[in-house]
């Protein structure tokens, strides 16, 4: 059964421009993503899979039945990923700026999931958002964006004056 499952992903991912639906193929790329943060901290809580299951359930339009099934390949091809070269590279070359950026900011939502930002998925994050050639700036505005905190405290970017009183 892994075999099978892992023959396909290995099959749509390596000749994508041979399937009629290439929309396949960009959300397993992503829920590998995706999946790559949930298990950064070495803990995917049901809270982070619940968080995941509705990500993608929403993004891509999918039924739950079609996504438990896209979550199992995107964990399967995960184990057996030696880096993140095969789903960034296809990203990539699909997606363009702010549809990169989105999926950076379903990566902090996914973070966030169960409550806490470990500094494993923050380093998983920032290296992704790297690979996927997400600037710098945006990756720290995505982040602030999605920080429990952020709602209480406002930050002037340039340092200048002190936080808003309410």
């Known amino acids: ?26 959300e397993l790329a992503s829920a590998a993503l ?9 803990d995917s809580s049901e809270a982070e899979r619940a968080a995941l299951k509705q ?6 339009r999918l039924n739950e039945q079609d996504v438990s099934q ?19 590279s296809l990203i990539k070359q699909h997606y363009d700026y702010d549809q990169r950026l989105e999926l950076v900011n379903l990566m902090w939502q996914l973070a966030w ?23 710098h700036s945006d990756f720290i505005r995505s982040k602030l964006s999605h920080s429990p905190d952020e709602s209480a405290t ?11 009183r309410p």
Request: proline share 3%; aromatic share 6%.
């Open 113 to 135: 999931a169960d409550g806490s930002l470990d500094p494993l998925e923050e380093h998983r994050i920032r290296r992704l958002a790297d690979l996927l050639h997400v600037s």
């Open 55 to 60: 990500m993608l359930m929403t993004r891509y």
């Open 70 to 88: 896209l979550m199992a390949l995107a964990e399967a091809e995960v184990d057996d990923a030696v880096d993140h070269y095969q789903f960034v």
């Open 1 to 26: 059964m892994l075999d099978a499952i892992h023959s396909f992903f290995q099959q749509v991912l390596s000749a994508p421009e041979q399937r009629d639906n290439q929309t396949l193929t960009l």
């Open 154 to 164: 406002h930050h002037n970017t340039h340092g200048k004056g002190a936080p808003r």
């Open 34 to 42: 995706l999946c790559e943060v949930m298990r950064a901290d070495y």
